[in-house]
Every structure is written in structure tokens, then in C-alpha cells.
């Protein structure tokens, strides 16, 4: 069964910090990645998709990597900003119609 | 993009009645939807999956007399929570895979709370 963790739990930086979160699982067979962004209260915005045989994908200030053999992602997050504060979730998929199976998220918050 | 639209976005109900959720696909027909449910600080967990014109599947440990889906079109399904408890308060929201090579997009969910 595919167990998908994310470290840290909680992290906080300074404004303009570049930081990383990581995600692991124990599945190396999966379809592909996909990192959310949750506000408190809401609900889930798609911020970088993997599909298996890519290594990275880059949107603006992100930057999320794959290395699928030892089963870990990380996201990239640089020169933070208050706005970022939120949790990040880590979610693969191991079959092009199966669910997400997700992480417990990263709360980060950027202190202005 | 597609777009799932998920409602009611939040509702308060009373315990011992019953909600119901619905869950659209806008611009794309989906076969399959997955329910999740989220309870505070915790992640998403699955709950079910819901296949249209055929029984929906359920998680190891969600009652399926409880929580009943209906996916009665490719554009709809909808997740009743049948006399609802305190206990049932939480962040419910719907899943449609995309199609191959495509993220999986997401409701914009429904805070249930049980008084």
C-alpha cells in the first residue's frame, strides 16, 4: 500500500528565504506526482504536476523534482513571500485512474 | 482546464439529518469521481469511489449505509451523509482523474459541520 511523507510537519522562514519541502513514498511505481497548495478552510490549488518519466517541473518561483527510483519529491519555493504561507500537499498517483493518495502537508508560513 | 464544481461550499446541520453533496464536471464527462474527507490538521483520506452507472467502492472502515453515492450521469455524483453526527464534521471534497498525462482536479470542497 503506497504511504506517501511529507518533512517538516510546520516550517517557518523570513520573508526572501529560498526553502525546500520534501515529500517521500514507498511505491516507486507510480503514475505520476502532483504538489497542492491548501489555504486554511479552503480547498485545493494545483501548483506542479510530475508525470514518472520527467524529473522536474518549474512554474514561476517553483521548482518540484522527482527522483522516482528512491521515492522522493521535493519542492523548491524561492525568495518567499507572506502570500506563501499555507499547507503543501504531496499527492501521487500510481495508475492513470486510480486516486491521489496524499501526504499530510508541510504548514509554512513566511514571516513578513 | 476542467473544472469540478463541487456544492454546497459550507453547511451547518442539525444531527440526526441528512446533506447532500454534489459534484459536477463541467466540461469534461467523468466515469469516475473520488470522495475524499479531511478532518482538521489531518490530510486527505479517501472515502470512496464513485463509478458512474455502477456501485460505488468504499474505503476499509467507511460505511457505505452512511455515506451513500450516486453517480448517476457523467457529469454528477453526489455524496449524502445520511444522519449525520457530530463526529461527521469535516472537509468533504471530490476528485475527477484527469485523462492520461493530466493532473487530477479537485471541487472546491464542503465544510460540513454537525450540531
Known amino acids: 500500500k503506497q504511504e506517501v511523507t511529507q518533512i517538516p510537519a510546520a516550517l517557518s522562514v523570513p520573508e526572501g528565504e529560498n526553502l525546500v519541502l520534501n515529500c517521500s513514498f514507498t511505491d516507486s511505481a507510480i503514475y505520476n506526482l502532483q504538489w497542492f497548495r491548501q489555504d486554511p478552510g479552503k480547498g485545493l490549488t494545483s501548483l506542479l504536476l510530475i508525470q514518472s518519466s520527467q524529473r522536474e517541473q518549474t512554474s514561476g518561483r517553483l521548482n518540484a523534482s522527482l527522483d522516482k527510483s528512491s521515492g522522493r519529491s521535493t519542492l523548491y519555493i524561492a525568495a518567499s513571500q507572506p502570500g506563501d504561507s499555507a499547507t503543501y500537499l504531496c499527492?501521487?498517483?500510481?495508475?492513470?485512474?486510480?486516486?491521489?493518495?496524499f501526504g499530510k502537508g508541510t504548514r509554512l508560513s513566511v514571516i513578513a | 482546464g476542467a473544472v469540478v464544481s463541487q456544492h454546497p461550499s459550507r453547511v451547518i446541520c442539525k444531527s440526526g439529518t441528512s446533506v447532500k453533496i454534489e459534484c459536477r464536471s463541467l466540461?469534461?464527462?467523468?466515469?469516475?469521481m473520488f470522495w475524499y474527507r479531511q478532518f482538521p490538521k489531518q490530510s486527505l483520506m479517501l472515502m470512496a469511489t464513485s463509478n458512474e452507472g455502477s456501485k460505488a467502492t468504499y474505503e476499509q472502515g467507511v460505511e457505505k449505509d452512511k455515506f451513500l453515492i450516486n453517480h448517476a450521469s457523467l457529469t454528477l455524483s453526489t455524496l449524502t451523509v445520511t444522519s449525520a453526527h457530530p463526529e461527521d464534521s469535516s472537509f468533504y471534497i471530490c476528485?475527477?482523474?484527469?485523462?492520461?498525462?493530466?493532473?487530477?482536479?479537485f471541487g472546491q470542497g464542503t465544510r460540513l459541520t454537525v450540531v
Open positions: 499527492a501521487v498517483r500510481s495508475s492513470g485512474n486510480t486516486p491521489l493518495v
Open positions: 466540461d469534461f464527462q467523468a466515469t469516475t
Open positions: 476528485s475527477a482523474p484527469g485523462r492520461r498525462n493530466t493532473e487530477a482536479f
